[in-house]
């Protein structure tokens, strides 16, 4: 059975930092490609991070990057996004995604609240 689950939003206030953290089980980790999206109230979900298998290469929204850095833990089948200087606008739900290229398996997690407010 395939978990996804996020870890560590909450409130913050502008300028603060967040690292958001999500834990796998149920498939082998390892050759997915791990992502971080977003979706604030009344907007569509948007990607905000991506890392590849190994981690060789990462990438981000423009929205946030300079502010940000996703790492992944193969070891831990988990995947962090740490972001800095966060700003009213990154208050939104972040979701985990994992996406396998061979067999366009899919993933998500259940999300987690960033609120960015003072």
């Known amino acids: 059975q395939v978990h996804v689950v996020e870890s560590g939003g909450g409130l913050v206030q502008p300028g603060g930092s967040l690292t958001l953290s999500c834990v796998a089980s149920?498939?082998?980790?390892?050759?997915?490609?791990m992502k971080w999206y977003r979706q604030a109230p009344g907007k569509e979900r948007e990607f905000v991070a991506g890392i590849s298998r190994i981690g060789r290469t990462t990438y981000y929204a423009d929205s946030v990057k300079g502010r940000s850095t996703i790492s992944r833990d193969d070891a831990r089948n988990s995947v962090h996004l740490q972001m800095n200087s966060l700003k009213p606008e990154d208050t939104a739900v972040y979701y985990c995604n994992a996406w396998e290229a061979a067999t366009r398996n899919e993933y998500w997690g259940q999300g987690t609240q960033v609120t960015v407010s003072s």
């Open positions: 149920g498939f082998t980790f390892s050759t997915y490609v």
